[in-house]
């Protein structure tokens, strides 16, 4: 069993920065990918970023490429999320997702854990 907990949510004016955080306990080790996902009230989740347990390969959605960064620490079994650049369409509730197997890396039935979100919101 993973635990996953996400922190660092909460309301920015655009262009700013926010850095989300996702701690995991429990059974870490058998993490494999992990992911952020976010969901716009009204929509469905959209892929945002992932990373490998390694941290050498990193996927982007083309609406956050060059603005979010993805990280991981493995030893303190943390997962970040970097955001620069914020615009109010990035304001959506954001969930921090693990793989234990190999999947698609943008659907959401890869993952197999997932933590209760945290809300990110944009405005003026």
């Known amino acids: 069993q993973v635990h996953l907990v996400e922190s660092g949510g909460g309301l920015v004016q655009p262009g700013g920065s926010l850095r989300l955080n996702c701690l995991q306990s429990?059974?870490?080790?058998?993490?494999?990918?992990m992911g952020w996902f976010r969901r716009a009230p009204g929509k469905e989740p959209e892929f945002v970023a992932c990373?490998?347990?390694?941290?050498?390969?990193?996927y982007y959605a083309d609406s956050v490429k060059g603005r979010f960064a993805i990280s991981r620490d493995n030893a303190q079994n943390t997962l970040f999320l970097q955001m620069i650049d914020l615009k109010p369409e990035d304001t959506a509730v954001y969930y921090c997702?693990?793989?234990?197997?190999?999947?698609?890396?943008?659907?959401?039935?890869?993952?197999?854990?997932w933590g209760p979100g945290t809300q990110v919101t944009v405005s003026s």
């Open positions: 997702a693990a793989a234990i197997y190999s999947g698609t890396y943008d659907a959401t039935s890869t993952y197999d854990y």
């Open positions: 429990g059974r870490t080790r058998a993490t494999k990918t």
């Open positions: 990373i490998a347990w390694s941290g050498s390969s990193t």
